[in-house]
């Protein structure tokens, strides 16, 4: 099959992966949710050999995720399981979980969801880093995203860009407090949390 591409990955993925060197310098197992194209994955997993990087989305991503994988070959990219953050969700734990432009997709329940789920498949020391646009108290921070915004809505209201202090409560109350709040190219951010265990 012809591998799916996604533009956007080429551009943000240097940007990111500086981040990620960084936060899961001391990691060894991530689960990264929403993995789309697979395209990060095997860009992050070949820079940061260290990591077992755990692809995972809904069941239609996941043929376009194995012909990355399989044409990148590398021994720590594991066969992608199926996640869907309102369903069943894997029973493995990990010590880093990552996500890029996964919570403007999914609906506001959806991502309540992710979050409460986070504490059952994440060890005492997990580190929790998401890519992607964020409100701040409520208002755009660039007329960009707010067109952004306009457009995701129209194709289904459910999505749209989320206020990065409700998204820090879920977080809370997952048991995850934010570390950093990383500026990025094109008005995203990189958030980071830690498990408030190990904090």
Partial sequence: MDKPFAPACERNREPILGVLREVFAQCTRVLEIGSGTGQHAVHFAAAMPWLDWQCSDRAEYLPGIRAWLDEAGLPNTPAPIELDVAGHWPSARYDA???????????????????AHLSAITTDDAVLAIYGPFNRDGHFTSDSNAAFDRSLKLRDPRMGLRDAEAVDAL?????????????????NRCRVWRRLSAA
């Fill in 97 to 115: 979980v990552f996500s890029a432009n996964t919570l403007h997709i999914m609906g506001w329940a959806e991502v309540g969801q992710l979050f």
């Fill in 171 to 187: 977080a809370g109350t997952a048991g995850f407090v934010l570390l950093e709040d990383r500026a990025m190219p094109a008005n």
